[in-house]
């Protein structure tokens, strides 16, 4: 039996593919994939060598793990052609942005084991984080089997399903909120005279390093704030134009707009 199947090899199949085969989690061989755009079948096959299955049945037939990766709106279409060729000793997991595991389950046959995840963007350099929902028949071997794979992407953590929604309009969305606020520093900096390369360079490490520096240093992002703003300095300065900007009701706003989206998928 192979390995794992990717049905929709968009881009965020392409982002796990690629980092499953860079860190040697599975060989091309035990990568299948199918989509209803042949070009983007074609170029799969040649930039990784994993192999394209003639349909979505085909590619589910004979696979341990089933991970769906169309877009939401395809599911129901993709899960009734499947529904014939899938069995409970199969695990199908979806990544499919607000589309529960209960929807899932309806339209494929009983017991199927399914788990629904919500990776983002930086699994194809080894950084993503996942949040991990076990359907009803999910057993031990799905849950090991979702936390191998998305550990080897990043970070994982399970998370009840009820939040899975939530977790998207911050981690699934999240990356493109870094990168406009990069874009954003970087034509500020470049306003100021720095040379764009090294704005770039200078936006991405910083990122990085507070990124490390909250993960890492066991403090608060209020405690690390208060590190870097002394008393009538710089950085407070910067902080209050942010505050009359409303930067931090923007992220209200927009965390709230991402969670209503996903319910009306
Ligand atoms: N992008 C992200 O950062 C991200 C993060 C977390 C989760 N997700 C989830 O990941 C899923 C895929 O997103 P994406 O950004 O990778 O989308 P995408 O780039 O559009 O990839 C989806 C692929 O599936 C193909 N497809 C459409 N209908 C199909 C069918 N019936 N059978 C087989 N393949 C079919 C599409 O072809 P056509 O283009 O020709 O329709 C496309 O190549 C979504 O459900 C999304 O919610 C995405």
């Known amino acids: 039996m192979g390995k794992i199947a990717f049905i929709g090899a968009g ?3 392409e982002a796990i593919i690629k980092q499953l085969l860079q860190g040697g989690w599975a060989s091309p061989e035990e ?3 199918s989509d209803v ?3 983007r079948l074609n170029k799969m096959v040649a930039d990784y060598g994993v192999e394209a299955a003639s349909s979505n049945q085909a590619a589910a037939e004979n696979v ?3 991970l769906l990766s169309v877009k939401p709106q395809k599911l129901e279409t993709v899960l009734t052609e499947l529904a014939v060729v899938v ?3 199969q695990i199908v997991i979806s990544i499919a942005m607000g589309k529960s595991t209960q929807f899932i389950e309806t339209l494929l046959p009983p017991d199927v084991q399914v788990v629904r995840v919500m990776p983002n963007n930086p ?3 080894g950084s993503a984080v996942s949040v991990i929902s076990y359907g009803r028949f999910a057993r031990e071997e799905a849950r090991e089997a979702a936390m191998d794979i998305f550990s080897f992407l990043g970070e994982a953590y399970e998370l009840d399903e009820s939040l899975q929604d939530q977790a998207m309009a911050l981690s699934g969305c999240g990356p493109a909120y ?3 606020i990069a874009e954003a520093l970087c034509d500020a900096a470049v306003k100021l005279g720095l040379d764009r390369a090294l704005a770039l360079k200078l936006a991405s490490g910083t990122m990085i390093g507070s990124g490390r520096m909250l993960a890492e240093s066991g403090m608060n992002p209020s405690a690390l704030k208060d590190m870097v703003t002394s008393p009538g300095g710089s950085t407070i300065a ?3 134009m942010l505050e009359q900007n409303s930067v931090r009701a923007a992220f209200y706003e927009a965390l709230t707009a991402a969670w209503k989206r996903a319910k009306e998928v």
Do not use: H, N
Request: charged residues 25%.
């Open 178 to 180: 870094f990168y406009i």
């Open 31 to 33: 990568v299948i994939i």
């Open 123 to 125: 699994a194809m350099v």
């Open 37 to 39: 755009d042949s070009d």
């Open 87 to 89: 069995t409970p000793r």
């Open 11 to 13: 881009k965020m199949a």
């Open 64 to 66: 341990r793990i089933i």
């Open 238 to 240: 910067a902080l209050e």
